[in-house]
């Protein structure tokens, strides 16, 4: 078993978040207390890209870059910090574009402008609407949620063919204010979202392409994913079926609240 990370790092970050990384650019252009927080986020930053060049250099494994990413979000005061985040203006911009799930890109403090090996963003998806379920080829990404209520099911990639997924069901909970969702090539690869009834979902994520350790059958869209057709029900053995579709299928399927409610 993997130990959980103890590097300097991971306790360095305990009183900082990923909720003010970027959100500054937005929710506090012109206040005064921006000066007051961009420390914070700052220091952040430095230890995030730091995991990021450990998991690159395999010091850190995908599963333990999960634990540390939960562990460094999971100490953030948020009553405090999401205090300073204009959540109004930040729905009004990003909901602009249409229903659905939108984004808005953000830059790590301290890291190359355009890399391609790190990037982070602001998500909103508004209630009822679901991310559809698909998976990711060496990738880790880490969604913390400032807002809202995140309704998530999530597999563990156990077979790729082409056109195919076998798949074996590894969480179905709900996630918080505070509360991090993760995936990788280790653990909960695949992973469909919903947006829980009372008001849209805020994430803000943070993906990074991971070494290549395994050889996939099924390429990437050009976001990056890959939308599957989970099978309703399970076979003897506990693992689902999927099916390899476009985003259209994918969406016209599994992309409100009802079809995640009947699924089972």
Not at 70 to 99: C, Q, T, W
Not at 169 to 180: K, L, N, Q, R
Request: glycine share 6%; aromatic share 8%; net charge negative.
């Amino acid at each position: 078993m993997d130990a959980a990370p103890t590097r300097r790092h991971i306790t360095h970050s305990l009183l900082q978040t990923a909720a003010t990384l970027g959100l500054l650019r937005f929710a506090l252009a012109g206040n005064a207390l921006a000066n007051t927080v961009r420390p914070l986020t700052e220091c952040w930053a430095e230890d995030v890209v730091t995991l990021a060049r450990d998991f690159r250099q395999r010091s850190l494994s995908p599963l333990q870059w999960q634990q540390a990413i939960a562990i460094l979000n999971a100490k953030v005061p948020m009553d405090e910090l999401l205090s300073y985040i204009d959540f109004n203006r930040l729905k009004a911009m990003l909901e602009a574009h249409g229903p659905g799930e939108h984004f808005e890109r953000v830059r790590l403090p301290g890291l190359e402008t355009g890399s391609a090996r790190i990037w982070s963003a602001v998500f909103i998806l508004s209630e009822g609407d679901a991310i559809p379920p698909h998976a990711h080829n060496n990738l880790a990404t880490a969604h913390l949620v400032l807002q809202g209520r995140f309704h998530a099911r999530t597999f563990d990639r156990v077979e790729d063919t082409p056109g195919r997924m076998l798949l074996k069901p590894s969480m179905d909970a709900v996630f918080g204010v505070g509360e991090t969702v993760s995936m990788s090539d280790d653990r909960d690869n695949a992973h469909w979202f919903i947006a829980e009834s009372g008001a849209p979902v805020f994430t803000f994520d943070v993906s990074m392409r991971s070494p290549e350790l395994r050889q996939y059958q099924n390429p990437t869209d050009r976001d990056g994913r890959i939308f599957v057709a989970p099978a309703d029900g399970r076979r003897q053995d506990g693992l689902v079926e999927a099916e390899v579709v476009d985003y259209s299928t994918s969406q016209n399927r599994f992309g409100k609240a009802a079809n995640f409610l009947m699924y089972r």
